[in-house]
């Protein structure tokens, strides 16, 4: 169930706005919802697509996923394809910024630029080590101490004391979803290794951090700004792993801002 008949998913899609086309790929177990804070500033001035991967939200599930990137990325593609979307600028937070870095290496010349934002390129034993302290609470302390362990974990603590809200909701949610799909992704992502590749990617980079991020640590910002060339870097004082949702607003200014400095990096020279 759940294929275009190519093995690709049917990604359920946000879509909104009109102009140069923007794709947002959200992390591990989350959906195209992260993205609420951020997406409609960036509908002002693009066509924002903000998918919900195989196995999220409201994705299809096929038969036989094994959640391996290179499946992600085609699940992807076959949406750029289906849509008739050329060149788009690609943004990709926590997990799904190792799915966009990768993406990116693989076939530049599908895009205009590139956003990884709570990224690295490795999953390290530092992140191997909080997933699997997560999964450890889960099963010794449930749902509940699990939830509270996690959003520790994922966003900053001035922040979440403000938004203990967020305790409930989660834990709600969390309820009724089928984390499957998530678990199978966590498998593939424990050995992401994009480290031999990044300096033949040729395409104007932004790389986004949080420096309270406690689940990929910041040193791994610089890693990829040093790795990739040309790349620029913007550091986040008071956020944690989950830029967008804490800092929404700074967020969009920083991408609009990028993606219209991506576009004239790109354009000829006048006269040409």
Excluded at 4 to 26: I, K, M, Q, W, Y
Excluded at 220 to 246: C, D, N, S, T, W
Aim: with cysteine.
């Amino acid at each position: 169930m759940g294929s275009d008949g190519n093995g690709h998913a049917h990604l359920f899609v946000r879509e909104a706005g009109s102009g140069t086309p923007v794709l947002l790929v959200h992390g591990l177990g989350t959906d195209h919802t992260i993205w609420n804070g951020v997406l409609p500033s960036l509908a002002e001035h693009h066509t924002v697509l903000a998918p919900d991967l195989r196995g999220h939200g409201r994705s299809d599930t096929p038969e036989g996923s094994t959640f391996g990137f290179d499946e992600l990325e085609g699940d992807l593609a076959a949406l750029l394809e289906e849509r008739g979307i050329g060149k788009v600028h690609l943004v990709g937070l926590s997990a799904g910024a190792f799915l966009a870095v990768r993406f990116a290496i693989d076939r530049t010349a599908s895009f205009r630029s590139l956003t990884s934002i709570s990224g690295a390129s490795h999953c390290d034993a530092h992140t191997r080590a909080v997933a699997e302290n997560w999964a450890r609470t889960y099963r010794d302390a449930g749902l509940e101490l699990y939830v509270q362990r996690l959003l520790r974990d994922v966003y900053s603590p001035t922040w979440l004391d403000g938004h203990m809200d967020l305790v409930d909701k989660a834990t709600a949610q969390l309820r009724s979803a089928d984390l499957r799909g998530p678990i199978q992704w966590y498998s593939a992502i424990r050995s992401f290794d994009v480290r031999t590749s990044l300096g033949r990617l040729r395409l104007p980079t932004l790389v986004v951090h949080g420096m309270d991020d406690r689940v990929i640590d910041p040193t791994h910002a610089r890693l990829l700004r040093q790795a990739i060339p040309g790349a620029e870097l913007k550091l986040f004082p008071y956020a944690g792993h989950m830029v967008p949702i804490e800092q929404g607003e700074e967020t969009a200014r920083t991408l609009t801002d990028w993606f219209a400095r991506a576009e004239a990096r790109a354009a000829p020279p006048a006269g040409s």
